[in-house]
Structures are given as C-alpha cells and as structure tokens.
Nanobody, 125 residues
Framework: EVQIVESGGGLVQTGESLRLSCAASGFTFDDYVIGWFRQAPGKEREGVSAINNHDGSTYYADFVKGRFTISSDNAKNTVYLQMNSLKPEDTAVYYC??????????????????WGQGTQVTVSS
C-alpha cells in the first residue's frame, strides 16, 4: 500500500522559511518522480517542484525559482522542499505526489497516481 505523508507546514511571516517533508512508502522510491503541488482557495492545483529519484532531474515553477529547493534522501524515502523568502502568494495547501511523468510533464497533476493529504502553508504580510 502506497503511503504519502507531508509535514512541515505552518504559519510564517513574509521573508521567512519553511521546510516541507514528504515521507513515502509502499513502492520502489528510486523508480518514481516526487512532485510538490499547491492549491490556494478558489484556484486550481498547480505544480511547484518535482524531482526524479532515478536520475536526479528537477523541475521548478517560475514563481519559485531561486527561492525553493527540492531534495531527496533515498535512504529515508523522503523528499524535502526548502522554501525560502516566502511571500503571501505562497499561501496554499501543499501536496506531495508520486508518479512517473516524462520530464516535460513534471508539473502536470495528470501524471501523478498517489497523493498525500496536504499540509497548510500560510504566509502573513
């Protein structure tokens, strides 16, 4: 059974940092892409970042480039999203997902089969 558990969300002020964790189990971690997505109230879920645990390739949405860093600890079956210089517009529920998208589709929800329950990130101004 695939299990995905996100943690690390919270309430911070503009400019502060958070590190999200995604602990996964029930599948061969190295064979999959782990993606981070977010969904703000009234908006569609959007791709934030992703990492391919097999070849290490990564994806970042333009709106987080230079601020967020994704990393993977394959020994712990855990992916991290370090979020720096947070802005109020980063406020959303952040979801971790597992799939096997092609590189050009890392940001598309369609390609991800398993999802966590989400963790709330709130950035106050």
């Amino acid at each position: 059974e695939v299990q995905i558990v996100e943690s690390g969300g919270g309430l911070v002020q503009t400019g502060e940092s958070l590190r999200l964790s995604c602990a996964a189990s029930g599948f061969t971690f190295d064979d999959y892409v782990i993606g981070w997505f977010r969904q703000a109230p009234g908006k569609e879920r959007e791709g934030v970042s992703a990492i391919n645990n097999h070849d290490g390739s990564t994806y970042y949405a333009d709106f987080v480039k230079g601020r967020f860093t994704i990393s993977s600890d394959n020994a712990k079956n855990t992916v991290y999203l370090q979020m720096n210089s947070l802005k109020p517009e980063d406020t959303a529920v952040y979801y971790c997902a597992v799939g096997q998208p092609p590189f050009s589709a890392y940001y598309l929800t369609f390609w991800y089969n398993y999802w966590g329950q989400g963790t709330q990130v709130t950035v106050s101004s």
